[in-house]
């Protein structure tokens, strides 16, 4: 049976948990090239202050997701990067599509009009995700960066919204 999934902004009060699935992501070697989960002053500084979400099962931190700037500069002020991540006990419920779905649609009320994001090949479930909300593979970073002494490819995707920045 599918449990009940609530989205709200993710918070200071919900890092060490949030911070706990993300470390659990780093476990797979699938996620990302981030070696540990940082603080939340960290965490927070490096990413929007809107869009970042949290999805809570029963009251636990199931899952989160959170957009990062790709630039400073002003002409970029709406393209983002995705980060997201689902609790092992919680993948396969729905989590990520219900974050997925509520990050795009909060981006698109902040004026994101393309959303970005890298992900290893290998991981299929992400892939699958971005597949499913309309991202599409611009690339592959060959030998992008190296972990555990083998060096790793990176998937570009991108989407562009259909709300924001049409003229």
């Given at each position: ?15 060490p ?34 869009c970042?979400?949290?999805a ?6 199931a ?6 700037p ?5 002409v ?10 689902v ?8 989590v ?13 009320t ?11 090949p290998?991981?299929?479930?992400s ?11 611009i690339?592959?970073?060959?030998r ?7 060096w790793?490819?990176?998937a ?9 920045g049409?003229?």
């Amino acid at each position: 049976m599918m449990k009940q999934i609530t989205i709200q902004s993710l918070t200071a009060e919900h890092w060490p948990d949030a911070a706990r699935v993300y470390e659990a992501g780093i476990a797979t070697g699938n996620a990302t090239f981030q070696t540990e989960a940082p603080s939340w002053e960290a965490w927070n500084k490096a990413h929007r202050p809107d869009c970042r979400l949290v999805a809570l099962c029963e009251g636990k931190v199931a899952g989160w997701a959170a957009l990062s700037p790709v630039s400073a500069r002003p002409v970029y002020a709406g393209v983002a990067e995705v980060s997201i991540y689902v609790d092992p006990a919680f993948r396969g419920q729905g989590v990520g599509d219900s974050l997925m779905k509520a990050l795009i649609e909060e981006s698109e009320t902040q004026g994101v009009w393309t959303l970005q994001s890298g992900v290893f090949p290998e991981n299929a479930a992400s892939m699958r995700l971005h597949q499913k909300y309309d991202f599409r593979t611009i690339g592959i970073k060959e030998r992008i960066g190296k972990m555990n002494s083998e060096w790793r490819d990176v998937a570009m995707l991108e989407r562009r919204s259909r709300v924001v920045g049409i003229d």
